[in-house]
């Protein structure tokens, strides 16, 4: 299993360009999340999917929006990029169990706005 | 409003001694609780969790204490290794999702 995939890896924009980060999970987990990590910060919680066709926002979803048609893929739409969206973006992936928590975490795409 | 708190932002041990990373919360509705580590320019990967119906969980090296009435955690390195040297964040779930901590980068001196 290639677990959880992400690309681009690096990234630089233009302010007011927009881009798709894609995100793929191959070990058929119903849940995935995406988050922006900023220096010195922790990891703060974008946008998440209980499954496909379900998605919800999360702490800091202004300036993105997100889609689940599939169970393995969950991108991430930048649309109108601003320089306060330069971060590291990862994506998670959880199987759902009740009792299981852990979430399964991409390399991270680290995008730069200029 | 931080709900997870890792209020050392770094800790240096020596190879061989315990190593200890404190987190604190705030919500008293977060009923489990992991720790991640992260090296750089890698994701964070899973490395012990704990329910809130238990105050202790080991895993080899690894320990994590969870005290309930004072909402606060622990993660115990034993005996702590080069390798173990990276960023370790604590998190809390509640509500299907995880709040994170800051992080707290550990330094293993040789």
């Known amino acids: 299993n290639a677990g959880v995939t992400q690309t681009p890896k690096f990234r630089i924009l233009k302010i007011g360009q927009s881009m798709t980060l894609q995100c793929t999970q191959d070990?058929?987990?119903?849940?995935m999340y995406w988050y922006r990590q900023d220096p010195g910060m922790g990891l703060k919680l974008i946008y998440y999917?209980?499954?496909?066709?379900?998605?919800d926002k999360g702490e800091v979803p202004n300036g993105y929006n997100v889609s689940r048609s599939t169970t393995e893929d969950f991108p991430l739409r930048l649309e109108l990029a601003a320089p306060s969206q330069t971060s590291v973006y990862f994506c998670?992936?959880?199987?759902?169990?009740?009792?299981?928590?852990?979430?399964?975490f991409g390399p991270g795409t680290r995008l730069t706005v200029l | 409003d931080q709900q997870v708190k890792q209020n050392s932002p770094s800790l240096s041990v020596q190879e061989g001694r315990i190593s200890i990373l404190n987190c604190d919360y705030t919500n008293s509705m977060f009923d489990y609780f992991l720790w991640y580590k992260k090296y750089p320019a890698e994701g964070p990967t899973f490395l012990i969790s704990i329910s809130s119906i238990k105050d202790k969980n080991e895993d080899g090296r690894f320990t994590v204490f969870l005290n309930k009435s004072a909402k606060h955690l622990s993660l115990h390195i034993v005996p702590s290794q080069p390798g173990d040297s990276a960023v370790y964040f604590c998190?809390?779930?509640?509500?299907?999702?995880?709040?994170f901590g800051t992080g707290t980068r550990l330094t293993i001196i040789p």
């Open positions: 999917s209980v499954g496909a066709g379900i998605t």
């Open positions: 998190a809390a779930a509640g509500n299907e999702k995880l709040t």
């Open positions: 998670a992936s959880r199987r759902g169990l009740s009792f299981r928590f852990e979430q399964f």
């Open positions: 070990m058929n987990h119903n849940y």
